[in-house]
Each structure stands twice: as C-alpha cells, then as structure tokens.
C-alpha cells in the first residue's frame, strides 16, 4: 500500500492550565453578551443538552497530560473506547476515511499564546493578570510528543505543532528574537521535521536548547486582542516584520475566523479583528501569504435574527479565488451534517477554474478537543466526514492533498 497521509490541519491538545480562563471570567462581567452567545451559539449543544455528561467527557481528555491526550486519539480511532457493532476507522495498518485509506496521521496541534498584559477590572483582593507564557505550553507540547514517541515508537501518528504568538505581548525585538530561535533555519521539508520529532526522543529538553524545527507553523488568535492590520504605528511594524519574515521562509500560519471562540476583547473589536475584511489590506500587501482563516468564516450571529449570515465565508471564497496561497479549515464545522451540505450546496454554484480552485483551498480540521461540546468522540467527528455527502475525490483532497501542499514545500 503506497504511504498515503491523512491530516487533521486543526486540532488542540490543551489542559485547564493553558486558557486564560480569569480573562474569559472577567469579560463575560463586563459584557453580558458574552454569556448569551455561549448559551445559543456554537456551544448551545454542551450548555443545553446535556451539560454535565459533555463537560464530564471534554475533561476526561483535558485533565490528561499532553502525551495522553495524542495516545487517546490514536486509540480513539482504533476502536479502544467504541460500545457497539461500529468497525475501528484504524484497522489492518490503515485509517479508512471517506472511501479512501492512509497510513500515516499527521496532525497539528495549535498552541495559543493566551497570555495578556491586562485584562477586565477583576474586583478581587489579587487583581492582576495571571501569567501565562507561552514558554509552558511550548514544553507541555514538546514533551508530550517525546512521550508519544516513547511509548509508542511504531505509532501512526505524526505531530507537528504551531506556535502560538500574539506580536502584541512582545516588543519588536522580541519578536525578532522569538521567531528567529524558532524559525531561523526553518524549511517546510516533511522528511526533515520527520526526521526530528521521531529522535525527540533521545533529547533532553530545555528551552535553552529547542529551536529550529520545534513548530511548523504559526497559530494566529485576533479575539485574544491581536490586529492583523494595526494603525498604531509600532503595532504595525511587529504585524508586517511577522508576514515578510513568514512570506520569505515559506512559513503556513493558521488564523481564527469566527465569531465565536475565546473572546476577551469587546464584542465588536473582535469581530473587527478576527473578520476576513480585515486581512485584505494584509494579502494586499502581501500577496504570497501562506494562510489557513480556520473554521472557514462561520458566523453564530443572525441577520435580522433569523437568517444566518455568511459575509465572512463570502469574503473567503472572495479571497481564495484571488491569492494563491489562501486556505480555509472546517474545524468545528464538521460536528453537523448539515454544515457539509452547505458546503456542497456552495462549490455547485461555481464551475471550471472557479471550482477546482476552491476544492483545492479547503483543508479538514477537527478542532479537538473543543470540538468535544459539540461532538462526543474524535471517532465520531471522523465518521461524520467519512460519511458526508461529498464525493471521494474531494475528501481526499480536504484530508490530503491539499494539507500537504499547505504544510510542506512542494506539496
């Protein structure tokens, strides 16, 4: 069987310790909103129906130290927690997915840099701002994967994470500096990020001595305050050294374009934020940005309260038809049926060139373990993609060839 990869271009591996979770506290205070779009938005499944069995689920995997939780998602799809007559989607050496098999699972795990220099008034005796350095979560991830890698050196699974970064949280030459320890020799050669998590193993880890070939990408987070196009002067000078130093080193970063998620920022400045609009001025600028707008612009919010509102993935499709290197995930998306026939419904209406362009833009994404209020199994959120009312062709492309072009040079 030829060494064909399936990947999850969107997933977490996140414990209680890494949100920011005072942050979320303290503006859902300040904006009652907050609370409401939670209750009816995306997340009106684990609130509503359910809740305690669904938030009992989601930490079962969350109070999991990093490790378990990628050796609970291989086992996940090789039937280990399944109590019915359902086949394992992992079986003889193969993940059987939409009608096509692969032997390897590359997934990607988003960092999210939540720390914040200031927050909502707390109206605590210790009001300050908890720290949060992203440094914790960089060594959470890379020992996670050495114990993946310890204990199952014949696993399936790949792993190569993104760093998490907010340009705000730095000065200009510390984010000189952090990209530079990160990503100075990067190349987005498979074989060579390959070669280097599969002898994690036999390294000591500090931060001292982790650099170049520690992330394959960068992970972008607008509702945790970042601008991509800032009009202060030296906020803008961080955001466009990020965007050369990525276009030139060919680096893939993966942004959040909803509306929904950890917003801790005002309501409309996230929206702002996070809106694909806001990033035409950065593709202008920057037309070979390699980029992935996550959960492919879904809107929770109604036009006149009743009709979905679709100007974000509008404007994506907008996007990716224009540059050539702009992509989109259905991360989350894909815990409803009837997010795929949208899907289907929308690439019908564009033929030829159009077409063909958009079906090799999108990239399947899971978004787990968030996607657990959703959708009770990483299991399940697979079959439910395998058995989406898209053609062979296409999953294919979603889970394979158009990740590994997004990914890696050359494709």
Known sequence: MADVTFFDIHCHAMNLGHPNLLALIARMDHDRNRLSDMLFGPYSSFFLHHPRKKFRNLLS????????IFELIEDDLNGAFLRDERKPLFRGGALHVGGNSYSRIVLTPLTVDFGLKEIQPLGT???RAPSKPIDDQIMEMLQGIQKYHEERPDGAIEIYPFLGVNPRNYSFEGLQDLLEKYFGRYRPVRQVFHRMFS???????????IGPYAFLGIKLYPPLGFDPWPADPDERRKAEYLYRYCVEKQIPITTHCSDAGFVVISKSLSRSY???????????????????FAHFGRQYSRKWAFFPDHSWRDKLVELMLRYPRVYSDIAFNGAQMQFYDDLS??????????????????????????????????????????HAPLDSELKHSLCSTNPSGFLFEGG
């Not at 995997?61 to 378990?68: C, I, K, L």
């Not at 002898?199 to 001595?209: A, D, I, K």
């Not at 060139?353 to 209020?373: A, M, N």
Request: a negative charge; glycine letters at 4%.
């Open 61 to 68: 995997v969350m109070e999991n130290d990093t490790g378990s």
């Open 125 to 127: 005796y210790y009001n």
């Open 199 to 209: 002898h994690l193993r036999q390294f000591t880890l500090e931060l001292g001595n």
């Open 274 to 292: 996070t809106s694909p609009h806001r990033w035409e001025h950065v593709l202008a600028a920057y037309p070979e940005l390699k980029i992935n």
């Open 345 to 386: 419904e929308l690439l019908s209406r564009f033929s030829g060139d159009q077409q063909e362009k958009l079906r090799s833009r999108l990239l399947f994404g899971s978004d787990f373990l968030i996607s657990l209020v959703d959708e009770e199994s990483y299991f399940n959120y697979l079959s439910r993609f395998s």
